[in-house]
């Protein structure tokens, strides 16, 4: 198995930054593809930002300029920097990671919330 942790979410007032941190750790495990998603209460899960194993990164539209996915492959983590911040960032937010073997790991998620 592969656990992931997710640390970094608050309370944030709006135009405020926040850095948000995923450390995987496990059993055998070999990373392929690590992304963030974020859900708000009766909504589906959304990608907000993806990283594959070289580092070339996506993001959603709306966040470009605003949000940076990195990685760190010795310590296996990822990470969000969210700047810029508005109230509709508001969410939960969960560090994905996709292994060698195509298996899908999820955080817990930690929260993020935009307001004054």
């Known amino acids: 198995q592969v656990r992931l942790v997710e640390s970094g979410g608050g309370l944030v007032q709006p135009g405020g930054s926040l850095r948000l941190s995923c450390t995987a750790s496990?059993?055998?495990?070999?990373?392929?593809?690590m992304a963030w998603y974020r859900q708000t209460p009766g909504n589906e899960r959304e990608l907000v930002a993806s990283?594959?194993?070289?580092?070339?990164?996506d993001y959603l539209d709306s966040l470009k300029g605003r949000f940076t996915i990195s990685r760190d492959n010795v310590l296996n983590m990822v990470y969000l920097q969210m700047n810029s911040l508005k109230p509709e960032d508001t969410a939960v937010y969960y560090c994905?990671?996709?292994?060698?073997?195509?298996?899908?790991?999820w955080g817990q998620g930690t929260q993020v919330t935009v307001s004054l």
């Open positions: 994905y990671v996709r292994d060698f073997w195509q298996n899908v790991f």
């Open positions: 496990g059993n055998k495990f070999r990373i392929n593809d």
């Open positions: 990283v594959d194993y070289d580092g070339v990164t």
